[in-house]
């Protein structure tokens, strides 16, 4: 199980909030959950319907710092698509990864 945080609303659910770090572990304590696994949104590019216009995470990399920086709390977990960087086996993520560290 995992769970997201950032803007994750669409036009068709404007009236939804965005999950900030700090409402998503005020939840997790409300249900009596210790850990949740952090899932950026998302996975590829081809999957934005309403960009994060708004989000205070904005991309992958600064939603796995959001995580990195409650660990009493949050597992920062990582998804990379092939589908970035020319969609080959050969995609280089070393970027990716790089900038997560």
């Known amino acids: 199980m995992h ?4 803007d994750l609303r669409s036009p068709r659910n404007l009236h939804r909030k ?3 770090v700090e409402n998503l572990i005020a939840r997790l304590n409300e249900e009596g959950v210790d ?5 950026p949104w998302p ?3 081809e999957a934005v319907e309403f960009p994060s216009l708004f989000s205070e995470y904005p ?5 796995i710092h959001a995580a990195l920086r ?6 920062p977990f ?6 970035w ?6 995609t280089d993520f070393s970027w990716l990864r790089a900038a997560t560290l």
């Open 3 to 6: 769970t997201h945080i950032g």
């Open 18 to 20: 965005p999950v900030t």
């Open 35 to 39: 850990l949740a696994v952090v899932l």
């Open 43 to 45: 996975p590829c590019p």
């Open 59 to 63: 991309d992958i990399v600064s939603q």
């Open 70 to 75: 409650h660990p009493d709390h949050l597992i």
């Open 78 to 83: 990582g998804n990379a698509d092939p589908r």
């Open 85 to 90: 960087r020319g969609n080959s086996a050969s």
